[in-house]
C-alpha cells in the first residue's frame, strides 16, 4: 500500500462526515461576519460613487495604496493569535487561550498607532507612488480620516481572533450585522449631507468607516469582559509580558504579516498603475475590486475556519486530520464559488449600473467584473490553503512562494500586459489570476507533502531505524 493510500485508509466516512461538518458549522457565522466587512466597503464604495466619480477615485487609492495596506498587514501580524488560540483550544488549555488574548491587547494597539502615523503622511506617499497632485490631495485628505480608526481596527482583530480560535465566532457575526446598519446610517450623513451636515463625499465616508470601527472594537472587548466565561479562560489573570515568552507569537504574525502585505502591495500597485491610467481606470477598478470582494469575503470566511480546524488538530497532534480538513476546506470553497462566480460572469452590467450612473465609468468596469470570475476561484482556493498553512504554523516557506508570485511574479507581468501589450485595466485582472493560480499550485503542493508525504516517511524511518 502507498503512502497516501494509507493516508485516505483512515479517512472513513464518519471521520469525513464530521470534519466536513464542523468545518461548516465554524464557516458559517465567519463567512458572515467577513461578509460584514466588505458590505461596510460596497455602502462606503456605492454611496461615494454615486455622489461623484472623482470622490471614488479619492477614495479607491486612499483605501487600497495605503489604509488596507495597513489593516492587511496587522491582520497578519496578529495571526498568531487565532493560530495558537486554536492550538491551545485543541489541547484544552483554556486558560492559555486568555494568556494568548491578554498579550495581544497591547500589541493590537501599538500596532495600530504605528498605522495612525503612517497614514498622516497620506498625501505625500501617494505623491511620492506617482500620483497627480489632484488625486494625492484627495487621497490624502481622507487617509488622514481613516488614520483614527486604525487602532481600533487592530484592537477588533486581536479580540475577533481570540473568539475565532476559541470556535466563538457568533459575537462577530451580530456585532458586524449592527455595525452595517449604522454604518449605512452614518454614510447617508456625512457623504451626502443630512441632519446638518456639509456634504463630505469620500471624506465623510472615510469618517463613518473610523466611527464604525470603534464601534466594533468596544463592543468585542466587552463582550470578552463581561460575556465570556472569565475563569475559565483566566481572562482577568495577571499575564507575564516577558518578550521571550510570547515569541512564537508574534513570530507567527511576523511571517503571516508579511506573506499579506507582500500580497496586498502587488494588489495595491495595481491601483497605482490604474492611477496612472486615469480617474476612469482608477474608479472602474475600485468598483470591479469592491465587487470581487464580496464573493472574495464569502470564501475567506472558509478559509479562517480551515486555519482554525486545521490548528485544532494540530494541537491534538494528528497531521491526517490536518490534510482533512484542508482538503474539506477546498471542497467547500468551490462549492461556494461556483454560483458567485456565475453571477460575476452573466450580470456584470448589472453589476456596475448599481455602483454610477457614469456611462463612460460603467463601461470600463463591465469587462473587468466579468473577467474577475478566474481570479475569484484561483485566488480564492490559494486563500484557503494559505490558511491550512498557518494553521499548520508553517511560516517562511509560505511567505517565499507569496514574495515570488505576487512581487516577482504579478508585477512585471501587470506593466507588460497593461502599458506594453496595451491591455490598460483589463491587464492589472489578468495578471492577478496568473499570480495566484501559480500560488495555488506552491501552496497546495507545500501543504499536502508536510501532512501527508512528510509524516508517513518520518514514521517509515523512525520504524525503520
Known amino acids: 500500500m502507498t503512502t497516501l493510500e494509507t493516508h485516505y485508509d483512515k479517512w472513513d466516512k464518519q471521520r469525513v462526515i464530521r470534519q466536513f461538518s464542523q468545518l461548516v458549522t465554524l464557516s458559517i457565522p465567519i463567512i458572515l461576519q467577513r461578509l460584514g466587512i466588505m458590505t461596510l466597503g460596497i455602502v462606503d464604495t456605492a454611496m461615494v460613487a454615486r455622489f461623484s466619480t472623482t470622490e471614488v477615485a479619492y477614495q479607491g487609492i486612499a483605501n487600497s495604496a495605503i489604509a488596507s495596506t495597513l489593516i492587511v498587514a496587522s491582520i497578519g501580524l496578529l495571526m498568531g493569535t487565532m493560530v495558537l488560540t486554536s492550538n491551545a483550544y485543541g489541547a484544552k488549555d483554556y486558560r492559555r487561550c486568555g494568556r494568548i488574548w491578554r498579550r495581544s491587547i497591547p500589541y493590537s494597539l501599538a500596532l495600530g498607532s504605528v498605522g495612525f502615523i503612517i497614514c498622516l503622511f497620506g498625501e505625500p506617499i501617494l505623491l511620492l507612488l506617482g500620483q497627480t497632485d489632484d488625486i494625492a490631495r484627495g487621497g490624502g485628505e ?64 472615510a469618517w463613518a468607516t473610523s466611527l464604525i470601527r470603534t464601534f466594533l472594537a468596544i463592543t468585542m472587548l466587552l463582550y470578552i469582559l463581561f460575556a465570556l466565561d472569565r475563569e475559565k479562560y483566566g481572562i482577568l489573570e495577571k499575564v507575564d509580558m516577558k518578550w521571550s515568552l510570547w515569541k512564537k507569537h508574534r513570530h507567527i504574525g511576523y511571517a503571516a504579516g508579511f506573506t499579506n502585505t507582500i500580497e496586498h502591495v502587488g494588489f495595491a500597485s495595481l491601483y ?69 462566480m456565475a453571477v460575476l460572469y452573466f450580470s456584470p452590467s448589472t453589476i456596475a449600473n448599481l455602483f454610477s450612473k457614469d456611462a463612460v465609468l460603467v463601461a470600463a468596469t463591465i469587462p473587468l467584473i466579468a473577467l474577475s ?52 485595466a483589463i491587464g492589472l485582472i489578468e495578471c492577478i489570476i496568473y499570480a495566484s493560480f501559480l500560488s495555488l499550485v506552491l501552496l497546495s503542493t507545500r501543504f499536502f507533502y508536510l501532512t501527508l508525504i512528510k509524516k508517513q516517511f518520518d514514521d517509515d524511518k523512525q520504524h525503520a531505524d
Open 142 to 205: 481622507v487617509i488622514r480620516v481613516l488614520s483614527f480608526g486604525i487602532p481600533m481596527t487592530c484592537l477588533m482583530l486581536a479580540s475577533q481572533f481570540f473568539l475565532e480560535g476559541i470556535n466563538r465566532p457568533l459575537p462577530g457575526m451580530m456585532f458586524m450585522f449592527a455595525a452595517n446598519i449604522l454604518n449605512i446610517f452614518l454614510n447617508w450623513i456625512f457623504v451626502w449631507g443630512h441632519f446638518g451636515f456639509d456634504p463630505m463625499g469620500a471624506v465623510g465616508s
Open 373 to 424: 470570475v478566474w481570479m475569484l476561484f484561483f485566488d480564492t482556493a490559494q486563500t484557503v490553503v494559505g490558511n491550512a498553512l498557518r494553521g499548520a504554523q508553517d511560516i517562511w516557506v509560505p511567505a517565499i512562494f507569496y514574495v515570488i508570485c505576487y512581487t516577482i511574479v504579478m508585477i512585471p507581468l501587470a506593466i507588460f500586459l497593461t502599458f506594453y501589450l496595451d491591455h490598460g
Open 272 to 340: 497605482v498603475m490604474a492611477g496612472l491610467l486615469g480617474k476612469i481606470s482608477l474608479g472602474a477598478l475600485t468598483i470591479a475590486f469592491t465587487t470581487f470582494g464580496v464573493p472574495f469575503m464569502i470564501c475567506y470566511g472558509v478559509a479562517g475556519a480551515t486555519s482554525v480546524r486545521v490548528g485544532i488538530a494540530l494541537g491534538r497532534g494528528d497531521p491526517q486530520d490536518m490534510a482533512l480538513a484542508g482538503l474539506c476546506g477546498l471542497a467547500f470553497n468551490g462549492m461556494i464559488c461556483l454560483p458567485l
